[in-house]
């Protein structure tokens, strides 16, 4: 028989200490590390998956990672199951080849990621445990409010672009793909929904989902698509939920500028609703193919003084059409000039070709002068961009590239 041990108070003490120490530690979640391994299979597996694209060497990133792991334990507890919710990282020097899949330009950023697919806005909120944890919720509330009655539709907020979407049963595969499409755009849009005797008076032929657009004047638009088809519906919403012209704010600045392309702007007063449809009329008629190459938006005079000083303008002289190159700012002539056909496009593509910059500095183009008329360089310098500014702060962020010169 062995025999027994005692232990010294101050030996019993510090047991007693560590045993406390060790019952009461909370057990800290393991954030899930991506790589090009399990990278696509984590995330489209989960619901919702908030990832931090960090580098170590980043001082933001060392500040994010301990306020990020306290943010995961508390939604952990919260939503439990595995695939409700993903807490993820990316080394982005271990992994650049993700880091470019999804066009990381600062340290740390985070995105949101549903089903697999990368939403449009990242995070931009504050770094602290309490507004992760309630952006998470947020993200995981219902996106489509449910209406009990259709007199409701007469009190929709008709500022904001509304989806509806009228059903038989909610456990429906046409709901399923629905809700996934509000999931994804309710940011953009208002989502409602009715189902079973409540909708019936609107399911003339089946289930139908409309779109009402801004205002009381524009017409209703019905979705004439597989209601099961996943791409169709989200591309059909799409289009109505994000405009073509889409306004700039000082809230959304930041975002857009991050989006990387040019910024041809419309700055009117917000009263004049007249010159924002001619621009929307002329951009979609003209500028459609361009899509992708530039932003086109829409500011409030009144709020963006700043800008329209810059290029010697003020709200008296609304409606003003510019480029913002993210170097400098151009100026469109006469603004009833845009109704000329192709006039607001050659002024696009004198950007894309250097021209604007070029004459700012040289003056005009020989090829652009009359015959036996004297060309002379002009030294000039094009007013500084304006919108830069609200790119993301050095303060927060570590910025990785600078735009090239347009």
């Known amino acids: 028989?062995?025999?027994?041990?005692?232990?010294?108070?101050?030996?019993?003490?510090?047991?007693?200490?560590?045993?406390?120490?060790?019952?009461?530690?909370?057990?800290?979640?393991?954030?899930?590390?991506?790589?090009?391994?399990?990278?696509?299979?984590?995330?489209?597996?989960?619901?919702?998956?908030?990832?931090?694209?960090?580098?170590?060497?980043?001082?933001?990133?060392?500040?994010?990672?301990?306020?990020?792991?306290?943010?995961?334990?508390?939604?952990?507890?919260?939503?439990?199951?595995?695939?409700?919710?993903?807490?993820?990282?990316?080394?982005?020097?271990?992994?650049?080849?993700?880091?470019?899949?999804?066009?990381?330009?600062?340290?740390?950023?985070l995105k949101l990621f549903r089903n697999g697919m990368m939403m449009k806005r990242e995070y931009r909120g504050q770094r602290s445990v309490k507004a992760l944890a309630d952006y998470i919720r947020q993200q995981k509330s219902d996106p489509v409010q449910e209406m009990l009655n259709l007199e409701e539709i007469t009190t929709l907020d008709r500022s904001k672009r509304n989806i509806i979407g009228f059903f038989e049963q909610k456990d429906s595969a046409n709901y399923k793909v629905f809700e996934r499409v509000a999931s994804i755009l309710h940011d953009d849009c208002a989502f409602l929904s009715a189902f079973g005797d409540v909708s019936k008076p609107e399911r003339y032929s089946g289930d139908s989902i409309i779109y009402k657009p801004p205002g009381r004047s524009a017409p209703d638009m019905v979705y004439l698509g597989s209601m099961t088809n996943f791409d169709l519906t989200y591309n059909w919403i799409q289009d109505k939920c994000v405009p073509l012209v889409r306004e700039i704010t000082f809230e959304n600045g930041e975002e857009l500028t991050e989006e990387g392309l040019p910024f041809l702007i419309l700055f009117h007063m917000k009263e004049d609703t007249e010159s924002l449809e001619i621009f929307q009329n002329e951009v979609a008629r003209q500028l459609i193919s361009e899509k992708g190459t530039i932003n086109f938006l829409h500011a409030d005079c009144d709020k963006f003084r700043h800008p329209l000083l810059h290029i010697q303008k003020t709200p008296a002289d609304c409606p003003v059409i510019a480029i913002d190159s993210f170097r400098h700012m151009y100026v469109f002539g006469d603004f009833n000039d845009v109704l000329i056909p192709g006039k607001l496009k050659q002024f696009v593509f004198d950007l894309h070709s250097g021209k604007l910059h070029r004459e700012f500095h040289h003056g005009p183009d020989p090829t652009d002068t009359a015959p036996g008329e004297q060309t002379q360089d002009v030294a000039s310098s094009p007013p500084e961009s304006s919108f830069q500014k609200l790119a993301p702060s050095e303060y927060r962020y570590t910025l990785l590239r600078d735009r090239d010169e347009l």
């Open 1 to 109: 028989m062995n025999p027994a041990v005692f232990l010294s108070l101050s030996d019993l003490r510090c047991s007693l200490l560590l045993l406390v120490t060790w019952v009461f530690t909370p057990v800290t979640t393991e954030i899930t590390s991506l790589d090009t391994e399990n990278i696509d299979e984590i995330l489209n597996n989960a619901d919702v998956a908030l990832v931090n694209f960090y580098a170590d060497w980043c001082r933001f990133s060392q500040m994010l990672h301990p306020i990020f792991e306290e943010a995961s334990d508390v939604i952990k507890e919260e939503y439990p199951n595995q695939n409700q919710v993903v807490f993820a990282r990316v080394d982005c020097d271990q992994h650049s080849d993700i880091a470019q899949r999804y066009r990381i330009s600062k340290y740390p950023t």
